[in-house]
Structures are given as C-alpha cells and as structure tokens.
C-alpha cells in the first residue's frame, strides 16, 4: 500500500534556528513528490515538486531534496512568519495525491 | 476567478440532514479533485474528475456522499444524512497539468 511518513509531527525552532523536516514514502512507481504550506483556516499553498532524486528546489528559505526514500524540506534561518504547517505529497500511478499528515512549524522570535 | 472559490467557507448542520458544498475551480483546468481534512489527520481524497471522463470514486467513505461536476467546470459535493464523524473541513483543488491549486475549504459541523 502506498504510504507518506511526515516527522516530526511538530518542530518548535528559535528565529535563526536551521532545521530539516523529513517525508519518507513507500509508493509503487513515484510520478513526483509535492510539498505544500498550510496557514490555520487556509488550504495547502504550493511550494515545490520534485521529480526524480537527486533533484533539489529553492525558494527563499527553503530548499527541497528528494531521495529514492525520502525528502527533506530544510529551513535555513527561519522567521516567526515561516510558522505553518508543511503537507508532503506523492503521486503514483493517477493523477491524485496521497498525503502526508504534516509538520506544525512554529518559529519564535 | 483568480484562485479555487468554495462555499460556503463554513457550515453548521444537524445531524441527519443534507448538505451541498460548492467548488468553483480556476477557469480552464480540466481536473477538479475533493480532499476531506480532519483534525490531526493528512487530506483523504474523496474524489476525482477529469475532464469528460468517468470521475475516480475510490474515496468517497459511503454511499451517502457524492459528487458532481457541472459542464465542466463547478462542482457540488453532497453529504446525505449526515453524522457527526462527517465534522471536518472539505477541501477542493484544481489542475491543469500538475501541481494543484487548493481553495480555502468549507468547514463542516454537524452536531
């Protein structure tokens, strides 16, 4: 069965504090691995897709990895307003996405 | 429109009664997709369609759901008598290609 793993379920950093959130996948012929952001009240907000491993995405803070296992989402000197909560994705044989159960970031100043 | 509009962005229901809830999607992605989040748990796909094809049903958790997708373009999902585990907020995306676009999702109650 295919399945999406998120760790931790929660991560408390200092503002500044680099860290790495984890999405292990046991899936049968990987289309793409997708990561979201998630304000409280909002649905998932788009940030990266990654296709095959050893590809890695940037935007801003964030830079995404993917392995043939796994992908990382590694925060580099995070601000209280990165605080949300990052949905990792799969896409297997159709078109829909199996997700993960998050990670609730929270960041203090 | 924009972005992906549901309706209503919340809605508080007796238990035992139907409900409709609306999607309308970004003008021209042909894919619509119906996710269901509940508290402390990941996004359960509920349903898919694709253009003129037969949508993707797997999802729906009974028979009392269904769904809808009208020339195209909006959706309505239907709960039927519902429970009290129904309680969550309900969440539409749209596709073109890849990558879907999420809207803000209707917060379900049913006491």
């Known amino acids: 069965e295919d399945q999406v793993t998120q760790s931790p379920e929660a991560l408390r950093l200092q503002e500044g504090e680099s860290s790495s959130l984890n999405c292990s996948y046991t899936v049968s012929g990987l289309r793409g691995l997708f990561w979201y952001r998630q304000d409280p009240g909002k649905g998932p907000e788009f940030l990266f897709t990654l296709y095959s491993a050893g590809e890695e995405k940037e935007k801003e803070r964030l830079k995404a990895t993917l392995t043939k296992k796994e992908s990382f989402l590694h925060i580099t000197a995070p601000k209280p307003e990165d605080s949300a909560t990052y949905l990792c994705?799969?896409?297997?044989?159709?078109?829909?996405?199996?997700f993960g159960t998050g990670t609730r970031l929270q960041v203090f100043p | 429109g924009a972005g992906v509009s549901q309706s209503p962005s919340n809605k508080v229901t007796e238990k035992g009664k139907d409900v409709e809830l609306r999607c309308d999607p970004i003008?021209?992605?042909?894919?619509l997709y119906w996710y269901r989040q509940s508290l402390g748990q990941g996004l359960e796909f509920l349903i898919y369609f694709q253009g003129n094809s037969a949508p993707d049903k797997s999802g729906l958790p009974s028979d009392r759901f269904s769904a809808e997708r009208t020339g195209g373009s909006v959706s309505t999902l239907t709960i039927q008598r519902t429970q009290q585990e129904d309680s969550a907020v309900y969440l539409c995306?749209?596709?073109?290609?890849?990558?879907?676009?999420f809207g803000s999702g209707t917060r379900l109650t049913v006491v």
């Open positions: 003008s021209g992605h042909t894919a």
């Open positions: 995306a749209s596709s073109l290609v890849r990558g879907y676009t």
């Open positions: 994705a799969v896409q297997v044989n159709t078109d829909k996405l199996i």
